[in-house]
């Protein structure tokens, strides 16, 4: 079984967000199906079932990232809508700084390794 470890303790920053949140926390656990008692034991834990962080975090409307990097991180998408399967779709994505420059390094480091197998192509790339 995996678990998930951070710097703070899971279970109690989980209750706090939920707190924050104004969430009633035996409606989560009638959507995560486990009784409000095991829930409430989850919530004093330090570590949990990484797939049990993921389907609170996605009751509660916050990222699992949350539980892995070093400060607060906030992701939310909202104004998603489709006219159809082939339709048009917009949302709008809010993210945190850090994240913001990990995503740019990531797009940097993939740049660079399409650029090296286009060389060894025999290709060049027009950026």
């Known amino acids: ?11 109690p920053e989980l209750d ?10 035996k409606n989560v656990a009638e959507k995560l ?4 008692t095991y829930f409430s034991r989850l919530l004093k834990s330090d570590s ?4 049990m962080l993921e389907n609170i975090c996605v009751i509660i409307g916050v990222s699992p990232a949350l539980f892995f990097d070093g400060g607060e991180t906030t992701i939310s998408v909202g104004g998603a809508n489709a006219s159809s399967i082939l339709g048009n779709a917009n949302a709008q994505v809010n993210i945190t700084q850090g994240e913001a420059q ?3 390094e990531l797009l940097a480091e993939k740049e660079r390794t399409i650029q090296i ?3 060894k192509s025999g290709q060049k790339r027009d950026k």
Do not use: S
Request: charged share 30%.
């Open 1 to 11: 079984m995996f678990y998930c470890f951070r710097m703070k303790k899971i279970g």
């Open 16 to 25: 706090r967000i939920i707190a924050d949140k104004g969430i009633i926390k």
């Open 33 to 36: 199906g486990i009784t409000p």
């Open 48 to 51: 949990m079932d990484c797939q």
């Open 102 to 104: 990990a995503l740019r």
């Open 117 to 119: 197998l286009l060389e």
